[in-house]
C-alpha cells in the first residue's frame, strides 16, 4: 500500500521551510512535492570545488547595491546560478564546480555589467560597480535607487525586526513587526508578502491569501513572490488551473530562481501533466542543483508515474540535502514505503529472458 499524503500534511510540512527575506529565495519548498531523476544532476554538485563572492556597489557614491541580482554560468559544465545582493551589496554562490564562469550584474536603471572569473581554488571574489544610465529611469518600483530612498527609517527598522523574528521560528512576532512597517509605509509590499509568508506557517491560508494579493497590488503586479505565493494555496485549494496562470505572470517577472518552477511543478502534478511536471522541475533543477524542493517536486511526479525507482532516488537526494529538516522523516517514510514497493516488483526484464 502507498504511503499518502494528505494535502493539509504536504502543506505544513512545505510551509516549514518559507524563508522570510524579502526579494530573496521565496520558497525552500519541504514537502510539497516528492522528486524523479536528477542523477547526473547531483553528481554535478558533488564535485563542487569552491565559492564565487563578491559585492555591487553603485557607482556615483560606492553605496551598496541591494538586492540586486547576479546571475552566473559555467562554460564547461553549463550550470546556472542567479542570486540577489543582501543589504550590504554582498553575494555569494558556494559549492560550485572549478571552471570559467560569466557573470552578468543587472539592475533597471543601471548598465549592466558582464564579466567573468575563473575559479580554480577555493574561492574567488569580485567587486562590480554598477553606473547608472543617464536620463533611465527604473521601470521598476522597487529599484533599489528610488524606491529604497523612500521607505521611512522606522518603517524599515520594523521590517528588518519582523524578518529577524520569523527567522527565529516566530511568524506571528513577526506578523506584529511588518504589520507596524505598513502602517508607517502603507506601500511596503515586501512586508505585506512576510507577512503572507507568516501567516502560512501559521496555517492562516486566507490571511494569508489577502497579504499576498495586497502585495501584488501594491507592486503592480510587478513583485514575483507574492504571485508564487498566492499560485501554491491555490494548489492546497484544488485549484491548480487557476494556479497554474498566476505562476507564471511570476516566472514572467522571475525565471532565473528555482522557486517558481517549483511550484508551477506542483500545479502541473495536481493537473495530470507529469511530462510537464517534470520539465518544470527539471527547469528549476538546471538553475539550483542543491534546491531540495526540486528533488520533492521530482518525486511528486515519480511517484503519480508509479516510477518507485525514481521517487527513491529523488528522496535521497533530498535526504541529502535536508538530512534533519522538520520534513525529513516523512521524507524517509516515503522513500521507504517507495523502496519497498521497488523491492517486491517483479523484474523487468523476467518476461523476456524467458522468452529466450
Wanted: aromatic share 8%; glycine share 6%; charged share 25%.
Amino acid at each position: 500500500m502507498k504511503l499518502i499524503l494528505s494535502r493539509v500534511e504536504k502543506s505544513c510540512l512545505w510551509v516549514t521551510f518559507l524563508p522570510f527575506l524579502v526579494l530573496s529565495v521565496f520558497l525552500n519548498l519541504a514537502l510539497a512535492v516528492w522528486p524523479p531523476g536528477a542523477r547526473a544532476q547531483v553528481s554535478n554538485f558533488e564535485n563542487a570545488a569552491g565559492e564565487i563572492s563578491g559585492t555591487v556597489l553603485l557607482d556615483a557614491d560606492r553605496r551598496p547595491a541591494v538586492q540586486v541580482e547576479v546571475r552566473l554560468r559555467s562554460r564547461a559544465a553549463g550550470i546556472f546560478r542567479s542570486v540577489l545582493t543582501d543589504l550590504d551589496g554582498h553575494f555569494n554562490v558556494q559549492d560550485l564546480p572549478r571552471g570559467t564562469y560569466d557573470i552578468v550584474v543587472s539592475e533597471e536603471g543601471y548598465e549592466a555589467v558582464e564579466t567573468s572569473t575563473n575559479l580554480n581554488g577555493s574561492s574567488s571574489n569580485l567587486v562590480v560597480y554598477l553606473k547608472s544610465k543617464l536620463g533611465s529611469i527604473p521601470k521598476r518600483n522597487f529599484a533599489v535607487s528610488v524606491r529604497e530612498l523612500k521607505i521611512p527609517e522606522k518603517a524599515r527598522t520594523e521590517f528588518d525586526k519582523g524578518l529577524d523574528r520569523a527567522k527565529k521560528n516566530d511568524p506571528a512576532g513577526g506578523i506584529d513587526h511588518f504589520q507596524k512597517a505598513v502602517q508607517v509605509f502603507p506601500k511596503y509590499f515586501e512586508a505585506y508578502y512576510n507577512m503572507g509568508a507568516a501567516d502560512m506557517r501559521l496555517g492562516r491560508y486566507e490571511d494569508a491569501m489577502k497579504a499576498f494579493q495586497t502585495s501584488i497590488d501594491l507592486s503592480g503586479g510587478q513583485y514575483a513572490l507574492p504571485q508564487f505565493g498566492y499560485g501554491y494555496l491555490l494548489c492546497l485549494q484544488g485549484k491548480a488551473g487557476e494556479a497554474e496562470k498566476i505562476i507564471r505572470r511570476g516566472l514572467e517577472l522571475d525565471d532565473v530562481s528555482p522557486e517558481g518552477f517549483v511550484i508551477l511543478s506542483e500545479a502541473l502534478t495536481q493537473l495530470h501533466r507529469l511530462d510537464e511536471a517534470e520539465k518544470s522541475a527539471q527547469e528549476a533543477l538546471l538553475r539550483d542543483q542543491k534546491y531540495p524542493g526540486v528533488y520533492l517536486a521530482l518525486a511528486d511526479v515519480a511517484e503519480k508515474k508509479g516510477d518507485d525507482r525514481a521517487e527513491v532516488q529523488a528522496l535521497d537526494s533530498y535526504l541529502k540535502l535536508q538530512p534533519n529538516s522538520p520534513a525529513s522523516e516523512l521524507a524517509r517514510k516515503l522513500r521507504d514505503a517507495a523502496a519497498q514497493r521497488l523491492a517486491n516488483s517483479p523484474p523487468q526484464n523476467s518476461a523476456s529472458s524467458k522468452e529466450q
